[in-house]
């Protein structure tokens, strides 16, 4: 029974990050994983989670591939790898008796550092970003906190169904009462929030280039990008473009002296030969620039394995996956915060925005820079929910620009201010 079972409700779970008004779906899907407690359950679930979770990721080894066959090969070791950290890892807690809310939320605590430096994405409490009011509690409980509260509830329900006749309806009303707590923070969290005005107009460009013309033709990146560049309305502040916007060094000085007419911030691919390593590498920037000067450039610190860097003892990788041949990425070595108009604005790019922000940082504004073209269109709404996420988690306004869509504001209610697939818009902060 469970071979049908078990996958349908793996489904369940999968379905709020993909429609994100069926949040409410996660709080009974992991329900066979307390029914049956077997590991060819957590296995048999897990491959279904994670295999229909990860599926914008198939594009992206389609890209990196060169071809369908060897895509989709790699895409099954990396389910099976996944599966086995968060699913495996959690049925063994099981087994010791580590209650199953509590192991889940552990290994997903543990896989902010593990494997490669840190896996932190797709986290279950994500999902509560998108539930009306119930997410404002994200603020005190982090995402963590959502991932047990959603568990806990699962947990209950479960004891419900299991003893009705003597103690279901108790259980029934725990898990009711459950509820109240997330409420009770967000109700706090709504009263002592304020929405900052800063009075600036910001200019977000999202040029929905194919990853493949990333890929091989720079020189029309370049000059469509720089084309958008100048469709921007005067009346901007700022114009603010996605990760990877512009590639090497001369073009970032060269793309910054043709408007010395507007203040920028983007992202850039710089590539250059490091005399101490005698290798070549590249860096992963985002660059500020005032009427045509850099005044402060920023290098990513947290990188994507086999994406920007290939780890230590897999680069045999590269005879079978060519685009493993390209330069490592060097990962930069502190935070920056750039300084615009007397607003402190902290820059992240890309997967940087999914660790948490647990540290007191004094910025006004996060801007995040990314380039989902590598993933289908849903990872980029995804993305945005990390943004939201993040933004409840903090206080602070974030700002999102995306090269495919769902670019905007994200205030610290988690209200979401933009267009999603404009190429150009203006925001008033």
Same mark, same amino acid.
């Given at each position: ?80 790898? !996944?599966?086995?950290?968060? !699913? ?29 430096? &840190? ?48 103690? &279901? ?40 280039? !194919?990853? +493949? ?23 901007? *502040? ?18 910054? #002296?043709?408007?010395?007419? #507007? ?28 009427? &045509?000067? /850099?005044? &402060?450039? $920023? ?23 060519? $685009? ?28 940087? =925005? ?7 940082? *004094? ?6 820079? +990314? ?16 943004? #939201? ?7 602070? =306004? !974030? /700002? ?10 994200? $205030? ?18």
């Amino acid at each position: 029974m469970y071979l049908l079972t078990t996958p349908i409700f793996a489904t369940l779970g999968v379905l709020p990050f993909y429609y994100e008004l069926l949040w409410f779906l996660e709080f009974f899907a992991f329900l066979p994983l307390l029914v049956n407690r077997s590991f060819k359950n957590f296995l048999l679930f897990g491959l279904v989670f994670t295999s229909l979770l990860y599926m914008p990721f198939l594009k992206a080894f389609y890209l990196t591939a060169g071809g369908w066959l060897l895509a989709v090969l790699t895409f099954a070791v990396f389910v099976l790898t !996944f599966t086995l950290l968060q !699913f495996g890892i959690s049925y063994l807690l099981t087994r010791i008796g580590v209650p199953f809310p509590l192991s889940y939320t552990a290994v997903e605590v543990l896989r902010l550092f593990v494997p490669f430096g &840190g896996f932190p994405y797709e986290y279950l409490g994500k999902v509560l970003v998108n539930a009306p009011f119930l997410g404002l509690s994200l603020h005190y409980l982090t995402v963590f906190g959502g991932t047990l509260f959603i568990l806990t509830v699962n947990w209950l329900l479960y004891k419900a169904l299991e003893q009705w006749e003597l103690k &279901g309806r108790r259980y029934l009303l725990t898990a009711f009462g459950i509820f109240l707590i997330p409420l009770l923070l967000s109700f706090i969290y709504k009263l002592e929030l304020q929405i900052p005005r800063y009075g600036i107009k910001v200019a977000l460009v999202q040029p929905f280039l !194919f990853q +493949s013309d990333k890929l091989t033709n720079g020189v029309f990146v370049k000059l469509y990008t720089t084309y958008l560049v100048w469709q921007t309305p005067k009346s901007a *502040d700022l114009v603010v473009l996605p990760e990877t916007s512009i590639s090497s060094e001369g073009g970032i000085y060269n793309f910054a #002296k043709a408007f010395k007419d #507007k203040n920028l911030l983007f992202g850039a691919l710089w590539v250059f030969y490091d005399f101490s390593k005698l290798d070549l590498f590249a860096q992963n920037l985002a660059v500020l620039t005032l009427k &045509g000067k /850099i005044e &402060g450039i $920023y290098a990513k610190r947290f990188l994507v394995p086999f994406g920007e860097y290939t780890p230590k003892g897999f680069s045999f990788l590269g005879r079978v996956l060519p $685009y493993l041949n390209a330069p490592d990425y060097l990962a930069g070595k502190r935070e920056t915060i750039f300084t615009f108009r007397g607003i402190k604005l902290y820059p992240l790019i890309c997967n940087e =925005v999914y660790f948490p922000l647990w540290e007191k940082r *004094d910025f006004d504004i996060g801007v995040v820079l +990314s380039n989902d073209a590598w993933f289908s269109q849903i990872f980029a709404k995804r993305h945005l929910w990390e943004v #939201k996420l993040r933004a409840i988690e903090t206080g602070k =306004v !974030f /700002i999102f620009v995306n090269n495919n869509g769902f670019s905007g504001a994200v $205030y610290p209610d988690g209200t979401y201010m933009g267009l999603p697939f404009a190429k150009i818009q203006i925001l008033e902060l």
